[in-house]
């Protein structure tokens, strides 16, 4: 091959290589920008009800979605061991507080949610639920010795250990869950917190004004 082709053959060899560099540089620039733009692109996050000015302070993680559920119709049952489902209570406001004595936090928090139905105590449109889900009879006399500290705290079990699957929070305890009075799940909260908050307070004043008579008024009126 003669100098001169060679020179050529190589010019031909230097193009095609920087074509091949060029075209991987752009491809690597392409997938960073990709990359970049996904993690830099803002999380979204479930729809929240108006109810979500009440996620502050000790209630920061409180949960208020617009697709609202009914409670589920699974029957638990009373201190007598009367089978009770959260129908039974329409019509009024309810704090549902899922526990167990295994749950140092829900023991912790236990203190303020009888100060919140003590609070509460005159208004009979809102019911304040603590529902015990040890899973042994054992356990749920623990229970029962527990609660009655906490006056006027009421007893209610779920020895199957079901109902915590069957909110929101899947399982997390301690849970509870504000149900308005057509039944619906209005918020939930994961975790421990403080009752007798005022954020607490005044999420339950919300619910509560929604559907309560005009002053003046009977509720049939």
């Given at each position: ?91 009024k406001v309810v704090v549902v507080n899922l526990w ?6 829900c023991r912790t928090e236990m203190p303020t949610l ?65 149900l308005d009075r057509e039944g619906r799940i209005r ?35």
């Amino acid at each position: 091959m003669s100098g001169s082709r060679k020179a050529i053959w190589a010019v031909v060899g230097a193009l095609v290589l920087i074509s091949t560099l060029a075209g991987a540089g752009g491809l690597a620039m392409s997938l960073y920008a990709n990359h970049a733009r996904e993690t830099q692109a803002p999380k979204t996050t479930a729809a929240e009800s108006d109810l979500a000015r009440f996620a502050v302070g000790p209630l920061a993680s409180l949960e208020t979605p617009t697709e609202l559920q009914t409670a589920p119709e699974y029957m638990f049952r009373d201190r007598n061991g009367t089978a009770v489902r959260f129908s039974t209570f329409e019509g009024k406001v309810v704090v549902v507080n899922l526990w167990a004595m295994w749950c140092a936090p829900c023991r912790t928090e236990m203190p303020t949610l009888a100060k919140l139905a003590r609070s509460y105590q005159r208004n009979e449109d809102l019911i304040v639920l603590p529902i015990n889900v040890d899973a042994s009879a054992d356990a749920l006399a623990d229970a029962k010795s527990f609660i009655d500290v906490h006056e006027p705290l009421p007893l209610y079990s779920d020895i199957k250990f079901q109902l915590p699957f069957e909110f929101p929070g899947k399982g997390k305890m301690p849970q509870t869950i504000f149900l308005d009075r057509e039944g619906r799940i209005r918020a939930t909260f994961s975790g421990e917190a403080d009752w007798d908050s005022p954020q607490a307070h005044a999420l339950i004043d919300a619910l509560l004004a929604e559907g309560a008579p005009a002053p003046g008024t009977s509720p049939a009126a």
